[in-house]
C-alpha cells in the first residue's frame, strides 16, 4: 500500500481545512487507515483512525469534535476535514494504513498544516 497526502497550507485560527489521502493497493479498502501528525518538537501522535468500512471511527481527545475523518473505498481514500482550527493544531499530518486496527503499517509522506494569524 503507498500513501500520498495532500491538502496542507496556511490557515487563521479558527479556520477550516480538509486533508486528503490517496492510496494505492487493491488491499487499501480492506484496512483501518488514518491521521498522525507531529508538530516541531514533538513526537508522532494519533489524530483520527476508522476502521475498513469507515463506519467505526476514533479520535483524538484534543480534536474530537472539531475534525472529521471518512474514506471512501471505490476511490482508495480517506479525508480529515479540520474545523475550528488552533495554533496547536500546526504540524506535518500522516495518513496512514494499516490490516489491524490499533497498528498503522503504511504511511504516507506528510502535509504540513499551519494554523497562524
Known amino acids: 500500500v503507498q500513501l500520498q497526502a495532500f491538502g496542507g497550507g496556511l490557515v487563521q485560527p479558527g479556520g477550516s481545512l480538509r486533508l486528503s489521502c490517496a492510496a494505492s493497493?487493491?488491499?487499501?479498502?480492506?484496512?483501518?487507515t488514518g491521521w498522525f501528525r507531529q508538530a516541531p518538537g514533538k513526537e508522532r501522535e494519533f489524530v483520527a483512525r476508522?476502521?475498513?468500512?469507515?463506519?467505526?471511527?476514533y479520535y483524538a481527545d484534543s480534536v474530537k469534535g472539531r475534525f472529521t475523518i471518512s474514506r471512501d473505498n471505490a476511490k482508495n481514500t480517506v479525508s480529515l476535514q479540520m474545523n475550528s482550527l488552533k495554533p496547536e493544531d500546526t504540524a506535518v499530518y500522516y495518513c496512514?494504513?494499516?490490516?489491524?486496527?490499533?497498528?498503522?503499517?503504511?504511511w504516507g509522506q506528510g502535509t504540513l498544516v499551519t494554523v497562524s494569524s
Open positions: 493497493g487493491r488491499t487499501y479498502s480492506s484496512y483501518a
Open positions: 476508522c476502521d475498513w468500512s469507515g463506519r467505526r471511527t
Open positions: 496512514e494504513a494499516g490490516a489491524v486496527l490499533t497498528r498503522p503499517d503504511y
